[in-house]
């Protein structure tokens, strides 16, 4: 997949996309907040999702990456749109979706809204509600003022920006505050050295679901990334595991 393949999404926006059919659901990467479908992770399953003929897809958010749009202009509803347009007019059927850190939040998300194609979801520090979580009163009270917040990233020279419009969607949009409808096969992989999502958010998801098949995996000296080459290997043996699976 050396091209990128376009998907007209909402207000104009062109999503930038790549897609191999294969075998079995379609394995969906969704980036996290200020990522995109070039990161290690995604990489690493395309390259396997390749190897084993399965059926795969990548792709940026709308402002993000290859894709149109500015970024300071979106919002979690915006990318939720964006993920079910992917499933919808891309996939086309079943698919399992693996999310990384906002990705994770997104994929519950998805598995809500089109609970007939999500077959199972595999979470790489899932991030649900960090709206909420994620930022001290001082942030949220300059979010609200300022209409932005600008942060060094620990991850690159370019800054985090969290913006009053995506903060605000984000926190019409929490969920861990009440079971969660959601009956695929779960699985969950947390370091917890994670300096950014705390690890015990994983065992509340899995209490929260309503599956019984979930299965929460902590690495004691992981990180947020999970990126390394050991890391890699306990994912794609994950997302194995599951997709045989499933089917």
């Given at each position: 997949m050396t091209d990128f393949s376009y998907l007209a999404g909402a207000d104009g926006r062109m999503l930038a996309y790549r897609h191999r059919a294969g075998r079995g659901p379609c394995l969906v990467f969704l980036p996290g907040y200020m990522s995109d479908m070039e990161g290690t992770k995604a990489l690493a399953l395309d390259a396997w999702a390749e190897a084993q003929g399965r059926a795969f897809l990548r792709f940026d958010y709308g402002g993000c990456g290859q894709s149109s749009g500015d970024f300071e202009a979106q919002t979690l509803a915006g990318w939720l749109g964006d993920v079910l347009a992917m499933i919808d007019q891309v996939a086309g059927g079943d698919v399992v979706l693996a999310g990384s850190s906002m990705g994770g939040w997104l994929m519950l998300h998805a598995a809500l809204a089109r609970p007939r194609a999500v077959k199972g979801?595999?979470?790489i520090a899932a991030a649900p509600d960090f709206t909420g979580w994620g930022f001290t009163e001082a942030q949220k009270m300059t979010i609200l003022r300022d209409g932005r917040?600008?942060?060094?990233?620990?991850?690159?020279?370019?800054p985090y920006v969290t913006t009053r419009?995506?903060?605000?969607?984000?926190?019409?949009?929490?969920?861990?505050?009440a079971p969660i409808d959601i009956g695929c096969p779960i699985r969950l992989l947390h370091g917890?050295?994670?300096?950014d999502v705390p690890w015990t958010w994983a065992p509340e998801i899995a209490r929260l679901v309503r599956s019984d098949d979930v299965q929460v995996t902590l690495v004691k000296d992981g990180d947020h990334r999970l990126s390394r080459e050991s890391d890699i290997a306990l994912l794609t043996a994950t997302v194995a595991g599951l997709m045989e699976q499933i089917g």
């Open positions: 979801l595999v979470g917040l600008v942060e060094d990233s620990p991850y690159g020279d370019t419009v995506f903060w605000e969607s984000g926190e019409a949009m929490r969920m861990m505050h917890q050295r994670d300096a």
